[in-house]
């Protein structure tokens, strides 16, 4: 009888030859771009980017997974870290045992722009009681920074808003918004436009608007209990993720913790209370319980369409937002969701085990002269009982002037995706959070499997052209217990090529990177580095 591995992989080549199939196409829609004429068979070289998530220094490396720059910065990531064409590190600040938001996955608090030598070039804080950003930004044609947040406001309100109270235990609700900075260097920065999802719910139209009380009649709109799990996890599975969310480096954590040599005043009392929460924590996390409503984790921005899409992991689903809009439209209807996909039983017109996408991460629009250019790309992470991650790409379809149409009655396109990436033996390409996904001008896929730090090439055609291990890592004294499950994991991996505008803006400003990155064997796999001497920066 087939292995487990061997039917799952079997299925996956079906789905892929069926994505193949092209449909018949519909008037007025734009066609999807073709994929003819990409045959790589060989890595596209270049520097990758990395943050580890346990480390406070950035990393640019060449094609054998060598150093050749880095910036030392004053947090681990929270999270996404991009090089601007400027030369310069843009990057998501995480908050320190922030009083509200400390045990959120991909927490952050702020953004930083560096110079090649460090220097702090723009400091730009989210984070206060009322809010916090976090994961992911994206810089504008116009220098302006999209980024995402947390709205924080009280169970009362959620409840107010339809909220089960099956599904909030704690006493808070963390809705989900976007918000548009223009950067005032070198501290701050002006809101010019924002959205926010709690505008947009079904549950609190106005009762003259007939129809509004059903998620299937207006799917554009937001069904406060969509998220709902009929097959929730019990409170240990919800520990266990806790547990590996912290110890990934991805919540939780402080970065002033004592080393493990700390003076040794109050270790008897320290021992005797061994695995005894504290109190003021665990009062803490009772309150917040399920308070993170959308768990938005990427954000991405198309200038040709002047649209935004979210990557909603709560939801299963990437929905896609008018940006060519006031704030104060973004209020009201124009406001609401252009398209969304991944799980149609989030608006009622679906079922729970026939999601696309689950837990994903890295939404994105393919760039143009790329393979698939127009199309949405994403690492899907995987969930029960798929416990095994693929690389997925897709053509929604629209209208020359970006709308998204579909057939009364019936979910947003398409059934099938147009490409997707799975390990010949699934569960060994696997991971349950972060992670990311680009496609590179070659036509291949560069693929950051995150929980196992782990980068990788694939062709269109799925053969690994190159393959790496981060060995990276943070100092062992900060999170010795957590840095032995995950020391290299990383939130996303980025390859930048040798005439990229940011790489010739490093060399230019007196970075030393090198005019060849070289190619690197095709598996580069991890070693075990050695101890690295504690890095500081002294706080002011």
């Not at 066609?31 to 406070?56: H, M, Y």
């Not at 730009?124 to 809010?131: I, K």
């Not at 548009?180 to 010019?192: A, L, M, S, Y």
Request: proline share 9%; hydrophobic share 35%; aromatic share 10%.
């Amino acid at each position: 009888m087939p292995s487990k591995s061997a039917l799952a992989c079997l299925l996956w080549s079906l789905l892929l030859v069926s994505c193949s199939a092209k449909a018949e196409p519909v008037p007025g829609l734009v066609d999807p771009p073709s994929r003819e004429g990409w045959a790589p068979d060989a890595a596209w070289p270049g520097f990758t980017l990395i943050a580890p998530l346990q480390s406070k220094r950035v990393y640019l490396v060449d094609m054998a997974g060598d150093e050749v720059h880095s910036w030392l910065t004053e947090s681990k990531p929270g999270v996404a870290t991009y090089l601007t064409p400027r030369g310069t590190l843009l990057k998501c600040q995480r908050s320190i045992d922030h009083p509200i938001f400390q045990d959120a996955g991909g927490h952050g608090g702020g953004i930083q722009e560096l110079d090649w030598n460090g220097d702090v070039l723009w400091n730009f804080r989210w984070d206060s009681e009322d809010g916090l950003s976090h994961h992911d930004i994206e810089e504008m044609p116009n220098g302006n920074v999209l980024l995402i947040a947390w709205d924080r406001t009280t169970r009362e309100v959620a409840l107010a808003a339809g909220r089960d109270p099956e599904l909030l235990e704690g006493q808070e609700w963390w809705a989900g918004a976007v918000y548009e900075i223009r950067p005032t260097p070198p501290e701050g920065g002006d809101v010019v436009w924002s959205w926010h999802a709690m505008d947009h719910l079904i549950q609190d139209r106005d009762a003259q608007l007939s129809g509004y009380g059903d998620p299937a009649e207006h799917p554009e709109r937001i069904d406060i209990n969509g998220d709902r799990d009929p097959d929730p996890p019990d409170e240990e599975e919800e520990a266990a993720q806790q547990e590996e969310m912290t110890a990934l480096g991805y919540a939780g954590g402080d970065d002033d913790a004592a080393p493990a040599d700390a003076p040794e005043d109050g270790q008897e009392d320290a021992e005797e209370n061994e695995g005894e929460e504290d109190p003021e924590d665990a009062a803490r996390k009772a309150r917040v319980k399920h308070a993170d409503w959308l768990h938005t984790n990427a954000i991405d921005y198309n200038p040709a369409l002047d649209q935004i899409v979210l990557s909603v992991r709560r939801y299963d689903e990437v929905w896609i937002l008018d940006h060519g809009i006031t704030t104060e439209e973004a209020a009201g209807p124009a406001g609401d969701l252009r398209y969304r996909w991944g799980n149609p039983f989030a608006y009622g017109m679906g079922v729970w085990e026939e999601r696309k996408l689950l837990g994903q991460h890295h939404v994105q629009w393919i760039e143009d002269g790329l393979l698939g250019a127009g199309n949405l790309i994403l690492f899907n992470n995987g969930a029960r009982p798929r416990e095994w991650s693929s690389a997925d790409e897709w053509w929604a379809p629209r209208t020359a002037d970006g709308r998204y149409p579909r057939d009364p009655g019936e979910p947003w396109g398409p059934e099938q995706l147009e490409w997707s990436y799975s390990a010949p033996e699934p569960e060994d390409f696997s991971s349950s959070f972060i992670s990311g996904v680009q496609r590179l001008p070659n036509g291949n896929t560069l693929i950051c499997s995150g929980s196992q730090g782990w980068v990788f090439e694939v062709t269109p055609a799925g053969e690994t052209v190159w393959d790496w291990k981060n060995p990276y890592i943070g100092d062992p004294d900060e999170q010795e217990d957590d840095m032995e499950r995950f020391p290299n994991a990383l939130f996303r991996a980025t390859r930048y090529g040798t005439d990229d505008p940011g790489i010739r803006a490093l060399r230019a400003k007196g970075a030393p990177i090198p005019d060849d990155p070289g190619t690197g064997p095709a598996t580069n796999q991890y070693v075990e580095p050695e101890e690295e001497p504690n890095e500081e920066i002294e706080e002011d």
